[in-house]
């Protein structure tokens, strides 16, 4: 990409956002595409290099510096915690926040927590970075948050008996099931944040070249032909950047998009039940207390602070 192709609007000037898994594919098309739009973008990697050279890349094409990067390997609740505070101690607000890290796992792996990798890194990183970051959200005053799901979703429902999928393990499921968490999850944050000004939507980015499932070796030689057909990760940014950016869904909140559309998802989505047990089931697992988060939350002070985390 050449830096004449880089064109800026201005609508988002003194807006910052934060956008993770930003060093490659979907997210750092996400950041690029932000940073067109003249906002301030926060790039999260897991990787030191990755992640610099994104942030680099992108002040290099806007040709001054409008990108930061920070750090964390999201599967990690304790360097979420991390990235949390490390984001609050360089700036006061977020503007959008764009959960869209992801994996695929062929085998059933761990986190350093002990949860299930697909679970951990796909809903749980969200979940807790959503919440460890809200205050900040919430002092923008009309904040947008993007979570990032898939099609993967239908198809699927929360198997809370069983919800690490240690009694027979499926890439395919245990991925079909994170990305249903993430809709209960945009769903039940919605519901719980109306009255403050702040949006939760999710979409599907389409069917998209990305990284997803290349660290396996036994699917690496698949999905480099299925990518043969699939569309270029700028693609799959453009829905992304429409949620943060335009005016049309300046107040639309709780819903499903693909290719700018807003769609419904699967009916297991939308299940009451499910959302308030994934709720439930994700402080456990992460330690927060998460208590003041309620429906109608009109308190701008929000704060979740260190005495929220419990470390095991």
Partial sequence: MSILRFRQDNSMVDKICLVTGASRGIGFHTALGLARKGAFVVLVGHNQQRAERASRRINAYAMKKTTDFLVADLSSQEEIYKLAEMYKEKYNQLDVLVNNVGGFFLKHRESVDGI???????HLSYFMTTLLLLDAILSSGSARIINVSSESHRGHEMNFDDL???????????????KLANLLFTYELSRRLTGTGVTVNALHPGFVRTYLGKQNELVRGVMEIVDLFAKGPEEGAKTPVYLANSPDVAKITGQYFIAQKQVPSSSESYDTVSMEGLWQVSEQLCGLDTSRVQTNVTDSAFHMSEDDFIRS
Wanted: hydrophobic letters at 30%.
């Fill in 164 to 178: 690490q999928l240690k009694n027979g393990y499926n890439g395919m499921r245990a991925y079909g099931q994170s």
């Fill in 116 to 122: 299930e990798l697909t679970f951990a890194l796909n």
